[in-house]
């Protein structure tokens, strides 16, 4: 198994809403990434895990809050958000932590806020 | 911190034209070098990469790249673009030591049949 499984495909919310995204590999990835993508635009980085724990948050705002319950899943818990955070959510995961490693991405979770 | 610079925002070309997309870094130190393409729909997948030895590394469906150090350069090339390498790609670069890829603006490359 090669793949990033991201769930769910698309999201609708508003704004008092309480939703998550989901994302889980299987390649034994020690790893996880979250990157959000606006339309028209590249992946900027929002949260790294390695082995499990948090080692990178790109000043993201407290209304994303990640979790990796297991090395295999990373979930990204969605509170009280905005309509400017409408943007395609991508998971991604690498076999080691360090920069030598190729990235592998899921096909992403679109979110639109209302 | 870490910068990449696509030159190209869009372009276009006719089948079995030669591509070459730039792309240039602002980082003093070791680099790994990457670059991903989007196929409309899709999601990013890996052309090819660099991480030390010959610069001149190859990848899938017939890309190439070349990392010039003095140039902080690593621009993808192909000698004859084919309708379905229609697609945004992205260069990205990740300091040795850390796990930040960052990613180039990238380059919308339509090409007509």
């Known amino acids: 198994d090669t793949e990033v499984t991201q769930t769910p495909k698309h999201l609708v919310m508003g704004m008092t809403n309480k939703k998550s995204l989901k994302c889980e590999q299987h390649?034994?990835?020690?790893?996880m990434y979250w990157y959000k993508q606006k339309a028209k635009k590249p992946p900027e980085l929002m949260f790294v895990?390695?082995?499990?724990?948090?080692?990178i948050n790109e000043s993201v705002p407290s209304r994303f809050s990640p979790e990796c319950p297991n090395s295999s899943l990373l979930n990204l818990h969605l509170h009280a958000l905005q309509p400017e955070d409408s943007a395609l959510y991508l998971c991604a995961s690498s076999q080691g932590t360090t920069g030598a490693n190729v990235l592998t991405f899921g096909a992403g979770s679109r979110l639109t806020v209302l | 911190a870490q910068s990449v610079s696509q030159h190209n925002h869009h372009v276009i070309l006719s089948e079995a034209a030669s591509l070459e997309l730039g792309c240039n870094y602002s980082y003093g130190g070791t680099v790994n070098l990457f670059w991903y393409v989007q196929y409309p729909g899709q999601h990013l997948q890996l052309l090819l990469k660099?991480?030390?030895?010959?610069?001149l590394v190859k990848g899938i469906k017939g890309f190439e790249a070349e990392f010039i150090k003095s140039k902080f350069s690593f621009n993808l090339r192909k000698p004859s673009v084919q309708w379905s390498d229609t697609a945004e790609y992205f260069c990205a670069v990740n300091a040795n030591a850390g796990n930040m890829l960052t990613f180039g603006g990238g380059t919308r490359l339509m090409v007509k049949p």
């Open positions: 895990y390695s082995y499990e724990k948090l080692s």
């Open positions: 390649m034994g990835h020690r790893a």
């Open positions: 660099y991480f030390s030895g010959d610069p």
